[in-house]
């Protein structure tokens, strides 16, 4: 059973999110598409687009532009993966990442993301192309990404576990 992931980010930004729209699912790739069209003022310098997004429990992706929080684009609910994702002109998936600090998501979650793909038949490059390591610290119970397979708080200087440790009970 693939892990579920509750919001697991700084509460404030849980209740500021609440004002916000929540993303705009997307059904096909002509959605894919015209949600690129709608957001195109976005574009990059190489014409691509950067945003944030989700996939909802039901499997389906959520898209808000890359400012957006990540439970704002989930609408508060908890989530099968998140993180940010690179769109071409042609509705390709350049790059993605799972860089969500707000649900702390495992690369393990891939799946979900390359099932909505693949319903959608949009060209995708098989995995993060960024994984984040994200580890919450026993001690002083920051978030905490893992570089270079260093496994110590950057906040307290604390030993991190060497699995996924967040829960929706907080540790």
């Known amino acids: 059973m693939p892990r579920i992931y509750e919001y697991v980010g700084p ?16 059904y096909s790739k002509q959605g894919l598409l015209n949600w690129f069209h709608d957001h195109r003022e976005d574009l990059d310098q190489a014409n691509q687009l950067v945003a944030t997004f989700v996939i909802d429990l039901k499997g389906e ?15 508060g ?7 940010e994702i690179t769109l071409t002109t042609k509705g390709e998936v350049f790059e993605i990442s ?9 690369p393990e979650s891939w799946p979900a993301c390359q099932e909505v793909f693949e319903r959608l038949s949009v060209t995708h490059p098989g995995h993060f192309t960024q994984q ?6 026993p001690a002083c119970h920051e978030r905490n990404v893992v570089k270079d397979d260093w496994f110590v708080c950057a906040i307290c200087g604390g030993d991190l576990p060497e699995t996924w440790n967040f829960s929706s009970d907080g540790i």
């Open 77 to 83: 609910a908890p989530v099968r993966s998140a993180g």
């Open 61 to 75: 992706l959520l898209l808000a532009p890359r400012q957006s929080e990540h439970v704002a684009c989930a609408g």
């Open 98 to 106: 799972n860089q969500s600090t707000g649900y702390c998501p495992e």
């Open 11 to 26: 509460q404030e930004i849980r209740e500021r999110s609440h004002n916000s729209p929540p993303g705009v699912p997307i």
């Open 132 to 137: 984040i390591i994200f580890r919450r610290c």
